[in-house]
């Protein structure tokens, strides 16, 4: 069946400009997550979401990072006014009841 | 806190050489320990999941096993095509799993 899917695949976007990612999770999952990977690092977890539940924001690095997810599917990652510190790669994954996640191939940010 | 400790940082080795990646954890109730292959480019993929002390799961060369501390994924006559980083992650009290840094596997032929 289809995967996570996201896009872009890459932006590239001047500093200060805003930004949308978008997440397709896995059709059922009700768990959905986004992380940032930067190069050579760890998964940095950012948002969570769950079903009609109120999102857990505890890893949103700024106020300038939002994210919102419609009817229960898809996900949209949104960063204002994006910085240079804001490159990486955004990784979305979705998850059912077991906590498995399954990642999407991720959005590799660059901001100029 | 939960806690995910993964070592070595890196690893190389020769087509045919078997050895095992550690995931040392601390955790407050384990709901799922997870094994994850990530590859350059591309999200991680998901291997397995092991619940409980004493759970092993196999796929191919590659085989999970867990303790109270810690699991082990252990590579039998890896090849090349078994380079990439492999991450561990834990599900514990928090909804949200808290992954290791990932150990590096290079193999070469």
């Known amino acids: 069946g289809a995967g996570v899917s996201q896009s872009p695949s890459n932006k590239v976007t001047e500093k200060g400009k805003d930004v949308e990612l978008r997440c397709d999770p896995i059709?059922?999952?009700?768990?959905l997550y986004w992380y940032r990977q930067s190069l050579g690092q760890g998964l940095e977890f950012l948002i969570y979401?769950?079903?009609?539940?109120?999102?857990?924001k505890s890893g949103l690095p700024s106020d300038r990072f939002s994210a919102e997810r419609t009817g229960g599917s898809v996900s949209t990652l949104t960063i204002q006014r994006t910085q240079q510190e804001d490159s990486a790669v955004y990784l979305c994954?979705?998850?059912?009841?077991?906590?498995?996640?399954?990642f999407g191939p991720g959005t590799r940010l660059t901001v100029t | 806190e939960d806690q995910v400790t993964q070592s070595p940082e890196a690893l190389r080795l020769q087509e045919g050489e078997s050895s095992s990646l550690n995931c040392s954890y601390t955790?407050?109730?384990?709901?799922?320990l997870f094994w994850y292959r990530q590859d350059p480019g591309k999200g991680p993929e998901f291997l397995f999941t092991?619940?409980?002390a004493g759970e092993e799961k196999e796929k191919e060369r590659l085989k999970a096993t867990l303790t109270k501390k810690e699991s082990f994924l252990h590579i039998t006559a890896p090849k090349p095509e078994d380079s990439a980083t492999y991450l561990c992650?834990?599900?514990?009290?928090?909804?949200?799993?808290?992954f290791g840094r990932g150990t590096s596997l290079i193999v070469h032929p």
């Open positions: 994954a979705s998850s059912s009841t077991s906590y498995e996640q399954y």
């Open positions: 059709s059922g999952h009700t768990a």
């Open positions: 979401f769950q079903g009609n539940s109120a999102p857990d």
């Open positions: 955790v407050s109730g384990l709901r799922g």
């Open positions: 092991l619940y409980s």
């Open positions: 992650a834990i599900a514990g009290g928090s909804y949200i799993p808290t």
